[in-house]
């Protein structure tokens, strides 16, 4: 297994300690670094490290060239069941966040518990705790080995399958998040997913034990994950076809071949964002979307936000058939946090009318309409036509932005004498 210039370094750090201080332990790599090792997907500098006859956090106290060190507690209510060491070190220019542990087992004296026993364990039992075979994978950095505790974790790596150490029912139950988790190396590393752990999914006792024991924030992150992946419509479908849609939401999805269709069309457009892919996915909330996003799921005030303008703007280009009207929605289309400061494309493929809205926009030379600036603003109409300030000076910046619409090409001296023939009317009504 191929390591890096600061992996080998780090772990000679590790053994030195070792040595050094006379400590009588093996440390080992746990989890998802040697499963991305194995399947030469490049690693992230968050590792997972457990020892064999010692705790993390008598360990740490070794570290004298650590930049951080900080202890997690455990806490049940959120399904954090173990206590954890963390190190931040720096080896040269490369920082590693480490998580330190010892080998252990977790003892529920009831089924539904939250709140387990943890006792001392050794690699065998360590192993069958964790979610699945495919990170149940230990690299020994003394030895430099990779030990498959389970047998299955190598082949099942081999053959792209998901599955637990023990009884899914179990391991899920133990920890509900673990299911979610399943969905998103489903999708991230396009595995399957065994047949029994996606039955034990479908349960409603699993639905209550995920909405009761795991936080709200939790389940939000592991949500965020899987869509960011490129396979997010594979985890968007299985959760539907499972109702983990409805026990997350209180209500679930009908994907359609023509949803599918317009998640397509979005990877066509390389559009598919997180905001794109959750204003789609849950089109059927509008106009609680934003909502249900910051309480079922604890996402930001801004990108629940942002979903719910995409939402908004959409079904304004499904209701408006007139070019106007579409011209007035592109010009308030524009986002400042958007890289491409408009989101008018976005929403017309959610909204299935990019077809209307493309041609719209190609009749009456609207591409850039949205960062089009008025000829006059608020100050400079009440000059121009000596008026106080008040609804009719929102309303005259409205019919410029409608007559730019009408006649693209048309200058200041035309929209003036518009805009005077729009007063005259206005005051005789």
Same mark, same amino acid.
């Given at each position: 297994?191929y ?48 020892l ?14 650590a *930049?951080?060190i ?17 190190? *931040? ?20 004296? *009831?089924?539904n ?5 943890i ?48 009884? %899914? ?11 979610l ?21 479908s ?29 997010? *419509? @594979? ?50 909330? =509008?106009?609680?979307? @934003? ?9 930001? @005030? ?19 058939d ?9 010009q ?6 958007y ?25 009456q ?8 600036? %008025? =000829? ?17 000076i ?27 023939i729009?007063?005259e ?5």
């Amino acid at each position: 297994m191929y390591l890096n210039y600061h992996e080998e370094e780090l772990f000679k750090l590790l053994n030195n300690i070792i040595k050094e201080n006379g400590i009588n332990t093996s440390i080992f790599v746990v989890g998802g670094w040697v499963r991305n090792k194995i399947l030469n997907i490049p690693s992230n500098n968050d590792i997972d490290l457990v020892l064999d006859n010692i705790t993390g956090k008598e360990f740490s106290k070794y570290f004298t060239t650590a *930049k951080y060190i900080h202890e997690i507690k455990t806490n049940p209510d959120k399904s954090k069941n173990l206590e954890t060491i963390c190190i *931040k070190i720096e080896i040269e220019d490369k920082i590693f966040d480490l998580d330190l542990c010892h080998f252990r087992k977790e003892c529920y004296e *009831k089924f539904n518990s939250r709140i387990p026993t943890i006792k001392k364990a050794n690699i065998n039992e360590d192993a069958l705790r964790r979610d699945f075979t495919i990170n149940s994978l230990y690299y020994n950095i003394n030895k430099k080995t990779v030990i498959d505790v389970t047998g299955f974790g190598l082949c099942h790596i081999k053959s792209k399958y998901i599955s637990t150490p023990i009884d %899914p029912s179990i391991t899920l139950f133990e920890d509900p998040l673990r299911g979610l988790r399943a969905l998103r190396f489903h999708c991230q590393l396009n595995f399957n997913i065994n047949t029994q752990i996606i039955n034990v999914l479908s349960l409603k006792d699993y639905h209550d034990i995920l909405n009761n024991k795991v936080s709200k924030e939790r389940i939000g992150m592991e949500i965020v994950k899987m869509l960011k992946t490129s396979n997010y *419509k @594979k985890g968007i479908i299985l959760m539907n076809n499972i109702n983990l849609t409805e026990c997350i939401f209180n209500k679930n999805m009908l994907i359609t071949n023509d949803i599918i269709e317009l998640f397509n069309e979005l990877d066509k457009k390389n559009l598919a964002n997180l905001e794109n892919i959750l204003a789609l996915w849950l089109w059927d909330f =509008y106009p609680q979307t @934003k909502y249900i996003l910051m309480d079922k799921l604890k996402l930001s @005030k801004k990108i629940s936000s942002k979903v719910d303008k995409l939402q908004k703007l959409g079904r304004n280009f499904q209701k408006f058939d007139d070019y106007t009207d579409i011209g007035i929605c592109i010009q308030k289309s524009n986002d400042p946090y958007y890289k491409r400061k408009s989101i008018w494309i976005d929403s017309a493929i959610i909204s299935n009318t990019y077809d209307k809205i493309y041609n719209c926009v190609e009749k009456q030379q609207l591409h850039n309409f949205w960062n089009m600036e %008025p =000829y006059f603003n608020g100050n400079e109409l009440q000059k121009e036509f000596n008026l106080q300030p008040g609804k009719i000076i929102k309303g005259l910046i409205n019919e410029q932005y409608c007559y730019r619409i009408k006649y693209p090409n048309c200058n200041i001296k035309e929209v003036t004498n518009h805009l005077k023939i729009y007063l005259e009317n206005y005051y005789l009504l």
